[in-house]
């Protein structure tokens, strides 16, 4: 066990000195967990080997899973990926800092676990001042996947990440909740054509606009299959301890089926949880269940749907009984945490 520092800081004005002691810790081979405009990521120098293989025994997450490397300068891109085509400037120059991944040829200064052993690697610039300070004070690009234990909801606030890996990690930097709290968009560059191979904080719509022709691949895979080439391919990802159970069609078909097999789960002795947009609230409130709202809009419900399934891990849910939404915009991503959560259930109604 290691005994895990917590450090505030206000993502305005980050405390300098904390974050050198942090950089510090990364320099030394340890492991530091940081918000960012997504959730919140669990770093390591992204050019020592061993210092990586920690990330994995941290989070329990197999090698087979790759993780991204975080810059905090666009001059970095060059030490980090090798044969960068112009397309990945493009991209970057609008897009970052902010959540988009590229997946690019992997440089020979990324060490091979970085990358699950494959020659790509995925790096972005997360839009948030406290890892930028931190990787800047470190002046390292930093490998991180999300700050959580693997397949558990990703961790959006420090509590979060204190609850699964406190007591494994070194150091955790408190910088308030995590604001879009879904994972990054990661556009695959090595292709012929782009893939998006995990729809994110970037609407596939958005990217089509410099590229009409990229394409949305959806993998579902499992640890010890071949082709996870970037994070969040795993068909179980995401998930909190109680069973999750998806409802998709008109909502008023939805509303009635959710309804009936809360109703029907409750009677069998079952913990009831429902995740909602405060809109459908009311359907609900008169049956025996617990309800976390997830806000009025996408965003909302974006940000606070890790969150919400937490705590009703935390109040002893046996099962979650969520309504898919639109898949459009960002509702794609809400849709692809969703199914992979309940690892590709949908009810039929």
Not at 79 to 104: E, H, I, K
Not at 189 to 202: A, D, H, N, S
Request: aromatic share 4%.
């Amino acid at each position: 066990m290691t005994n895990t520092l917590l450090f505030r800081l206000d993502p305005a004005a980050p405390d300098a000195a904390l974050i050198e002691r942090a950089a510090a810790v990364l320099h030394d081979g340890g492991l530091v967990a940081f918000p960012t405009e997504t959730v919140y990521g669990l770093g390591a120098n992204a050019t020592d080997a061993a210092a990586v293989s920690r990330i994995f025994a941290a989070k329990g997450r197999p090698a087979s899973d790759p993780v991204i490397v975080h810059l905090y300068d666009l001059a970095q891109l060059e030490q980090v990926a090798a044969n960068v085509p112009a397309l990945a400037y493009d991209l970057a120059r609008r897009f970052w800092p902010g959540p988009l991944t590229l997946v690019l040829r992997r440089a020979a200064v990324i060490p091979p676990n970085v990358s699950a052993g494959m020659d790509t690697v995925a790096v972005r610039m997360p839009n948030h001042p406290i890892p930028l300070a931190l990787f800047s004070a470190a002046a390292l690009p930093v490998a991180a996947p999300s700050a959580n234990r693997f397949a558990r909801p990703s961790a959006t606030t420090a509590a979060h990440v204190l609850e699964d890996l406190g007591g494994r990690i070194d150091v955790v930097l408190d910088g308030g909740p995590a604001p879009i709290g879904l994972e990054s968009t990661i556009l695959d560059l090595t292709k012929p054509v782009p893939e998006v191979l995990r729809p994110g904080g970037i609407p596939l719509e958005t990217l089509r606009e410099l590229m009409p022709d990229v394409r949305l691949i959806s993998r579902q895979l499992q640890p010890d299959e071949a082709g996870i080439e970037a994070p969040g391919m795993l068909l179980k990802h995401y998930s909190p301890h109680a069973e999750v159970l998806l409802f998709t069609r008109d909502t008023a078909t939805v509303i009635a089926c959710m309804q009936a097999a809360a109703q029907q789960r409750a009677e069998a002795g079952q913990r009831v949880g429902i995740l909602t947009l405060d809109a459908e609230a009311a359907y609900f409130e008169h049956l025996p269940a617990l309800l976390f709202r997830l806000g009025t809009d996408l965003p909302q419900f974006a940000t606070n749907l890790f969150r919400g399934m937490r705590e009703l891990d935390r109040q002893a849910a046996d099962v979650i009984l969520v309504h898919m939404v639109e898949p459009t915009g960002l509702g794609i991503a809400i849709n692809d945490r969703l199914l992979r959560a309940a690892e590709g259930r949908i009810m039929e109604c």
